[in-house]
């Protein structure tokens, strides 16, 4: 079957291509100032201080997750933007869009099973943001301390559109996902 056919899947490489884009992008964005920061003015105890510290967020079980999540309605994620934010992350609706015109029957949710994968994964995603939060706060903290208001301010908003929304997207999506697996919340311990 020719690759181009409108019945043909894209390959796993073809997937992490498309989606790599908009890692990589946000990746720059939110990264880059905070490695010139950290390299330019934070000295290296604070550096492994701050990274140890927020690395042990990694070790927070699932059933926490509830605690600190912002609604159970879909409608307070909607008024912060959450799904404009989908739009531009990787599995987001652009990339599936963009997938979808070479690729027309591919669906990166199509079972049950991908949709538990999702949730599962959407886990993980939020260990990995909430760890990055907390590390950019404290360097956010670090700069205002040292009188780097400037770079305060710019940690921070960066830290917002980094980390924060990031975080609220996987919750926004393991609310609309669960309704299609009801019984994911029994496999949060």
Known sequence: MPTGSKFATPSP????FYNAVPSVFWSVVGLVPLSVFCYRHLA????YG????????YLIPKSWFRWWQLSARLAVYRRLGVPLVNHFTQHGTLINQLIRVRYPRYRH???RASVR???GGSYHMERFHLALFVFFLLISGYAAVRGQA???L???????????YPIWLQQYLRIRL??????HQAGQQ
């Open 13 to 16: 490489a073809v997937l992490a």
């Open 44 to 47: 290296q105890p604070w550096l």
């Open 50 to 57: 701050f990274l140890m510290g927020s690395g042990l967020l």
């Open 109 to 111: 949710v199509g079972t």
């Open 117 to 119: 994968a999702l949730i």
């Open 150 to 152: 400037g770079w305060a």
């Open 154 to 164: 710019l940690l921070s908003g960066l830290n917002v559109l980094y980390n924060l």
């Open 178 to 183: 669960g309704a299609a697996v009801p019984d």
